[in-house]
């Protein structure tokens, strides 16, 4: 199966700043099947992103996806309060799919 | 509103079964491919198994395999999980989830990414 490895486990910023978020694949992820989901305490998780850089319905323009291969990125270009979550990478491309360990992205 | 809504959960004991259950509304739900996806207790998202909207392509875990069964039942826009020979590493919150992926061919695989996701209901197995 695929190993995806998510980096930095955590990332401490401050609102308005810029996140990047990195999630390595140790197989190339077939047609760019990379998913990128939010998870917030106490709540189910929800997607942000889809085939590696489709912003999902109602995600705000701030969040990208970039990638292909075995690299892809998360960023959030300014950073609001309540982006301050675990984010999980999801590959779709070969089963089974699997999640990456998730990064915590923290108020500095 | 397209919503997921869980059932099933509940205290086990080691190598018990439980059968987990999730109602499905507001959307065509043999359009779609469905999840489930666990979570134990501080750690991270794990795929456990998916179905196909005619349960022609089915998959799961290699930690759940031969132990767990997907199903589906169309008629009543409702997915199963039946869990045997339950371990205590089976522990987590599980959620049922959509696939975001329209696909009504004979041959659709067994699901892609979920974009609605239930609130998931919690199986723990001690003795």
């Known amino acids: 199966e695929i190993v995806l490895t998510q980096s930095p486990g955590t990332l401490s910023l401050s609102p308005g700043e810029r996140a990047t978020l990195s999630c390595r694949a140790s197989?190339?992820?077939?047609?760019?099947?990379l998913a990128w989901y939010q998870q917030k305490p106490g709540q189910a998780p929800r997607l942000l992103i889809y085939?590696?850089?489709s912003r999902a319905t109602g995600i705000p323009d701030r969040f990208s996806g970039s990638g292909s291969g075995t690299d892809f990125t998360l960023t959030i270009s300014r950073l609001e309060p309540e982006d301050f979550a675990v984010y999980y990478c999801?590959?779709?491309?070969?089963?089974?799919?699997?999640f990456g360990q998730g990064t915590r992205l923290e108020i500095k | 509103e397209v919503q997921l809504v869980e059932s099933g959960g509940g205290l086990v004991q080691p190598g018990r079964s439980l059968r987990l259950s999730c109602a499905a509304s507001?959307?065509?739900?043999?359009?779609?491919?469905m999840h489930w996806v666990r979570q134990a207790p501080g750690k991270g998202l794990e795929w456990v198994s998916g179905?196909?909207?005619?349960?022609?392509?089915?998959g799961y875990a290699d930690s759940v395999k031969g132990r767990f069964t997907i199903s589906r039942d169309n008629a009543k826009n409702s997915l199963y999980l039946q869990m045997n020979s339950l371990r205590a590493e089976d522990t987590a919150l599980y959620y049922c989830?959509?696939?975001?992926?329209?696909?009504?061919?004979?041959?659709?695989?067994?699901?892609?990414?979920?974009?609605?996701w239930g609130k998931g209901t919690t199986v723990t197995v001690s003795s």
């Open positions: 989830a959509k696939d975001g992926v329209y696909c009504s061919s004979t041959s659709c695989p067994a699901g892609y990414y979920m974009d609605v």
């Open positions: 507001g959307f065509t739900f043999d359009d779609y491919a």
């Open positions: 179905i196909s909207w005619n349960s022609g392509s089915i």
């Open positions: 197989q190339s992820v077939s047609s760019s099947y």
């Open positions: 085939g590696a850089s």
């Open positions: 999801q590959q779709y491309g070969s089963s089974p799919g699997t």
